[in-house]
């Protein structure tokens, strides 16, 4: 791989620290077990989301994903990448980025060898133009602060993406009032960032404080109040780059 790096703003240094400071505190004040899968509220929620993409990779004819080289962008401990490998994916095509060292970690002693796991910041991506087909990130830009390091990021994976590629974004379209350091990405937002994208949204994942009530105590009710858009937070969205 030739090597790409763009200089990068001294804010975006900045708000590069400002992230892995707010996630190792994160890390350290939440139960450990805040997001496990043996949770109820954890495991309904990740089976849908979970439903929701593989229907969305057969709405856009990309099941083959044994042909894929694939990008996950704040890819942590590679928990999609490793998804990935389930439905069909090349570990030796995949490859994850991520500012969190000790996440990493934890990610290379989970994934077979071939993932190529890398701590870095997504705005400076050590990759050569139009090398990926499908990009993945999840929930990453709603971290982040600073729109010119949004703007950045999104070049940059709008960069390594071969024409007809396409991130698969996953990620808040609501603020939380009571977490400052997150901001929800809006659709007319996302549409700014990628220009020259045809990008198709859709709203899913219901509230995760509701989840979080409602789950333990019924499935039903659960059900019920996810099919309502209205208490969706997220969207999931397929964009393709012309």
Aim: charged share 25%; aromatic share 10%; with cysteine.
């Amino acid at each position: 791989m030739s090597p790409h790096k763009p200089d990068v703003p001294s804010s975006m240094g900045a708000e590069s620290t400002r992230i892995r400071e707010v996630y190792r505190l994160r890390e350290s004040n939440i139960p450990k077990d805040r997001y496990s899968l043996f949770k109820e509220e954890n495991f309904v929620t990740h089976l849908d989301l979970q439903g929701e993409i593989l229907r969305l990779l057969n709405r856009f004819k990309r099941t083959s994903l044994g042909t894929e080289k694939i990008l996950e962008v704040g890819c942590g401990r590679a928990y999609w990448l490793r998804q990935l490998i389930q439905w069909g994916a090349q570990p030796e095509n995949l490859f994850g980025i991520d500012l969190m060292q000790e996440r990493l970690q934890d990610g290379r002693k989970l994934c077979p060898q071939e993932v190529s796991l890398e701590c870095g910041d997504a705005s400076r991506l050590d990759f050569p133009d139009a090398y990926f087909t499908m990009v993945l990130q999840f929930t990453v830009f709603t971290s982040i602060l600073d729109d010119v390091m949004k703007r950045q990021i999104a070049a940059e994976i709008s960069r390594v993406l071969k024409p007809g590629g396409a991130l698969l974004w996953y990620d808040y379209f609501v603020s939380n009032p009571s977490n400052p350091n997150v901001r929800g990405v809006s659709r007319r937002e996302i549409v700014k960032l990628f220009p020259g994208f045809s990008i198709f949204l859709k709203r899913v994942t219901l509230a995760p404080p509701i989840t979080r009530v409602v789950a333990p105590v019924s499935t039903a009710v659960y059900r019920l109040l996810s099919a309502l858009p209205p208490l969706r937070t997220h969207y999931l969205g397929f964009l393709q780059k012309q």
